[in-house]
């Protein structure tokens, strides 16, 4: 069983971890964050958290049952009910999964904790396994998109009331004082 945490300061170090042990996975099917990511992480971490204080964005870590992180999943630029999704998995995690359940439950908080009434998602056209776990939650294309000189694809999900059935995720809800954790 996985669950998503909002991202909070506390998790800076695990998620540099986790970053950093993976970032010659990701390049594999997605753009590298770039050197200056990693040596001014501290300054990214605490940008991250005021856009997500703002309400700007949504972020989430996808941990196992022992707090390991296992992937990443996002809800950026939102605005007018709507925000862009985006996730990631390390490669430990990769195949399990475990993408698959953390893009169904960030749905279900979209619509439920955050008020999101549709999600949008990019993906290259060589990364499979991406617009596999898209499509398994319901996830439309809409067009084709060029993503860093790549082609890809677009999609789109309207989201509904039953997306905002309860489901497995703790830790998550909009104001980590109301979870009891904090800041």
Do not use: K
Not at 19 to 34: A, M
Not at 42 to 71: K, M, N, P, S, Y
Not at 124 to 137: F, G, I, K, Q, Y
Not at 154 to 166: E, I, Q
């Amino acid at each position: 069983m996985l669950t998503l945490e909002r991202l909070r300061p506390g998790h800076a170090d695990a998620l540099l971890a986790f970053e950093r042990e993976n970032r010659q996975w990701f390049t594999r099917t997605i753009s590298d964050r770039g050197d200056a990511y990693f040596a001014g992480f501290a300054e990214v971490h605490r940008a991250r958290l005021a856009e997500q204080d703002a309400g700007a964005c949504h972020f989430h870590l996808v941990l196992d049952t022992e707090g390991t992180i296992l992937g990443r999943v996002n809800l950026v630029d939102v605005a007018d009910g709507s925000a862009e999704l985006g996730y990631r998995v390390g490669e430990r995690a990769a195949g399990r999964g475990v993408a698959t359940a953390a893009v169904r439950e960030v749905c279900r908080l979209a619509a439920a904790a955050y008020g999101l009434r549709q999600l949008t998602a990019v993906t290259t056209l060589d990364n499979p396994a991406s617009r596999a776990v898209l499509a398994r939650n319901g996830f439309a294309v809409t067009g084709e998109v060029s993503i860093t000189g790549r082609p890809g694809l677009r999609f789109l999900r309207v989201l509904g009331p039953r997306d905002a059935a309860p489901g497995p995720a703790r830790d998550a809800s909009p104001n980590p004082e109301a979870d009891g954790q904090g800041r």
